[in-house]
Every structure is written in C-alpha cells, then in structure tokens.
C-alpha cells in the first residue's frame, strides 16, 4: 500500500498548518522519537515535550507558516537549562508544512449541487456551497464537512480572493445570476470554473459578453461543465463534474507563483 501523503495524512485537521515530528533524540528528552505536533496559527495538536522547548518548536513552525514558499527542514536543539530543561540531551525536530486544501466553491444549492457536494464528499477538497434562498441554504441536505453559506452570491463572489487553489461551478436558480457570476469570475484567476447549462446557453453568454472578454471565456470557461454525458440526472451530472474537477485541477500541481499568500 502507497503511504500517505501529509495533505491526506492531516485528515480533517486545521489547514494550513505545519506537522512537528521529533526524529532524533541524543541523550535524555521529554518524548520518544516518533512523538508528533501538529501546528496551525491559532492553535496546535499533540506534544513533542512541552515547556520552553515545546515553545521554541511552536513559534518556528509558525514562522515557516508565514513564509512565502514554505518548506519542510530539519531543526537540533539542545535540551539546556537556557532553555528551561534539565534533560541535557539533544532532540531534532522535522518540520513538514501543508498548505491550506484546494476548495470547491459552488453556487447554487439546488439538485445538482447537492448530488456534487455528496460525489465530493470525502475527498481532500473543502466544498463550499453559496445561496441567498433560506429554503434552499440548508446545512441538513449536504454532507457534514460541507460548509454552506446563506449570502448574495455577486457580492460574495466580487469580494472573494480566490486563487489558482479554488475552483467554482456555477449552477444558480436564475440564468441572469449565473450570466453576472461569470462576468465577476472570469477576472479570477480560479484554477477552475465551470457553469452548469447547454451549448445553446453558452454560446448566448459569450455572445454578451464584450469581445475582450469573449477571450477570457475561451481561455477559462468551461461551459457545459463536467464531462460528456446524455443524462438530466442530478446524480449523473454530479458524477460528469466530479469527474472533470479531478482530472483538470484536484491533482494538477500549481506553480509556486500561481498560489496566494
């Protein structure tokens, strides 16, 4: 069996966050080798020994989470009384870093987005799902890691500093709401985006579009979203988008210049 990797390894643990192994002890520590912190900005998990050493430990992995282009590196400290401790020995600490997880923002709660939120479900991927309507943004019908969020969808959207970590399907209630979603969105620079509908839907939003942007539908639209399928079922269609989202960006890597601070 293929081991972990930290991204999966961190579960449903606070992203981004830094990962503390102790790795080697020479002489006398307060943990075995093998003994794990895990560490994110507003808190941590677990103990590598605790008292001014377990500070030290805390503070560098929460400088290595403000870094510009974080990356994993081995540490020795010596178990001294300036540092608090009486252990005399010495302890090296791995620090391996884990960025925040790539996100599917969907907006729109209805059928389809419901059938894709449960598709998604379990995977390494935080699912957010946006809708004004109060009948329809109902935590209850979405899986239990879903976040859903009852707010204008343009506002939120406009607002949103997404990145090449996010990826967005629209499939609103109303066309005109999809129609200016996709105008906002398409200057994100998303790592993917998708709007639910027909070839007949988008070739009329392209045609609104001005012809500048008409460019950045080519470049960045895909419309119909998710792969080729004959069926109207919302489970069928989640599956398709599902599908799509995977294979064109869940596992694509992303150049260390596309990610946001």
């Not at 093998?34 to 507003?42: D, L």
């Not at 942007?213 to 069926?231: N, Q, V």
Request: some cysteine; charged content about 25%.
């Amino acid at each position: 069996m293929e081991p972990l990797g930290l991204s999966e390894f961190a579960g449903d643990l606070p992203r981004p966050g830094v990962l503390c192994t102790l790795a080697k002890v020479v002489g006398s520590a307060p943990q075995a080798p093998g003994a794990k912190m895990w560490v994110w900005s507003e808190g941590f998990s677990g103990t590598v020994g605790g008292g001014r050493f377990e500070a030290e430990v805390l503070a560098e992995a929460r400088r290595l989470l403000s870094a510009a282009r974080p990356e994993a590196f081995l540490k020795e400290y010596t178990l001294c009384r300036e540092m608090g401790q009486c252990c005399g020995g010495k302890a090296t600490i791995f620090y391996e870093p884990c960025g925040r997880r790539r996100a599917v923002h969907i907006f729109g709660a209805g059928h389809v987005a419901r059938a894709v939120a449960s598709v998604l479900d379990g995977l390494d991927l935080e699912i957010v799902v946006v809708d004004g309507r109060s009948e329809w943004a109902d935590a209850s019908a979405f899986p239990s890691g879903t976040r859903v969020m009852r707010a204008e969808p343009e506002a939120l959207a406009e607002a949103a500093g997404y990145g090449a970590l996010d990826a967005v399907c629209v499939m609103t209630h109303d066309h005109e709401t999809d129609f200016r979603l996709v105008d906002i969105l398409l200057d994100k620079p998303l790592g993917y985006l998708g709007l639910i509908g027909s070839t007949h839907k988008a070739r009329v939003f392209r045609s609104r579009l001005p012809p500048p942007r008409r460019a950045l539908w080519d470049a960045r639209m895909r419309c119909p979203i998710g792969r080729k399928t004959p069926s109207k079922n919302p489970r069928a269609i989640a599956v398709a988008v599902a599908a799509e989202l995977l294979e064109k960006w869940a596992y694509v890597p992303v150049k260390p210049e596309a990610l946001r601070v």
